[in-house]
């Protein structure tokens, strides 16, 4: 793995430089693999604070019944409650298009003070397919990408990259995080099944999507087994 380099300090002259991290994701729905890839940045990067930035209209998901972002931007308001680093953006929810990450950081840098460095915060899968991304090139000289471990998904070569993307070898950076194999889409499986959820994601997220009979066959009711 390529070995993760913290920076010198968090201080550049006489001004405080603040990072931040921006973990962006459709969330549909939240849960603790998030959660605690979002902590382990924030503590290994040391990071001000940690943006959940869920995808308005995410490009990548055409095809698929998304929960609306309204929906979405709620569970993760109720996930991230305990935790006074974790911050709700809604900077994608709000805006009308497609939710393009270069789009959103260069938009977050607009609007956070200038002393401030940006972590972007992907799954190990989303590197795989970056140079697929809407100008990844850009994206990179925006902000530092760091690429977090999932379970099942092999590490990324960054010298393979090279060629199509230079520099990719000084702006991501691969870090391991603690693997819990939880995903969204066997969460939403679940749930359509009547399987139990409980565990998996905070029990705020739980009692939401039962109270709003997320991911069910139409006209089923909660089931008691969740």
Request: with cysteine; charged share 20%.
């Amino acid at each position: 793995m390529t070995p993760f380099v913290l920076a010198r300090s968090s201080w550049s002259g006489p001004e405080y430089v603040r990072r931040v991290g921006v973990l962006g994701g459709t969330f549909d729905p939240i849960h603790h693999g998030h959660l605690a890839a979002a902590e382990e940045c924030r503590v290994r990067l040391r990071l001000t604070e940690v943006l959940f930035v869920p995808a308005g209209q995410p490009p990548h998901k055409h095809g698929r019944s998304v929960a609306s972002a309204a929906l979405r931007a709620a569970m993760v308001d109720l996930a991230i409650a305990t935790n006074p680093f974790f911050r709700l953006s809604r900077i994608e929810v709000d805006r009308s298009g497609p939710s393009y990450s270069v789009e959103t950081v260069a938009q977050l840098k607009d609007e956070l003070r200038p002393a401030t460095e940006i972590y972007f915060i992907i799954g190990m899968d989303s590197l795989a397919e970056i140079l697929a991304w809407h100008e990844p090139a850009r994206l990179l000289s925006l902000c530092h990408v760091v690429a977090v471990t999932r379970p099942g998904v092999r590490l990324v070569d960054l010298a393979s990259l090279e060629p199509d993307l230079p520099g990719a070898g000084q702006r991501i950076s691969l870090l391991p995080v603690p693997e819990l194999n939880i995903s969204s889409s066997n969460l939403r499986r679940r749930v359509f099944e009547g399987l139990p959820i409980k565990y998996q994601l905070p029990e705020s997220v739980e009692a939401f999507i039962a109270q709003h009979q997320l991911y069910r066959p139409s006209g089923s009711t909660p089931s008691s087994r969740q």
